[in-house]
């Protein structure tokens, strides 16, 4: 059964040949379009099984960038405080690590909202 090509040729000699046959092309005549294979080999196989049985680390998360990128802004917000808004701050982080004492999970005292 032929099977009809739609592509673009990449050199004048695969054009040529497509007028030629009509457009059509025939398995195993190099028509100048780029084609590729794909194939799964062994050592593609014991990647992937790797890759599965390897331990997820929260910094591989995009939840665990997303607490890094946190944490920099933080300390770049900290670095261009003036001497009062970094007392109010370190006042509030203070009350939040006691909240967070009493019951390990507790939220800051006033939460802001998102």
Do not use: C
């Amino acid at each position: 059964m032929r099977e009809e090509v739609m592509q673009q040729p990449t050199s004048t000699r695969g054009a040529r040949r497509e007028e030629r046959d009509g457009g059509a092309t025939r398995e195993g005549v190099d028509d100048g379009v780029a084609r590729r294979r794909t194939t799964t080999t062994d050592a593609n196989k014991a990647g992937l099984v790797a890759l599965k049985n390897a331990p997820i680390e929260m910094a591989d998360t995009l939840y665990g960038r997303f607490l890094a990128t946190q944490k920099r802004d933080a300390e770049r917000a900290y670095q261009h405080m003036d001497a009062e808004e970094r007392e109010a701050f370190l006042r509030k982080l203070t009350e939040i690590s006691a909240a967070d004492a009493q019951d390990g999970q507790s939220p800051p005292p006033n939460p802001t909202p998102v």
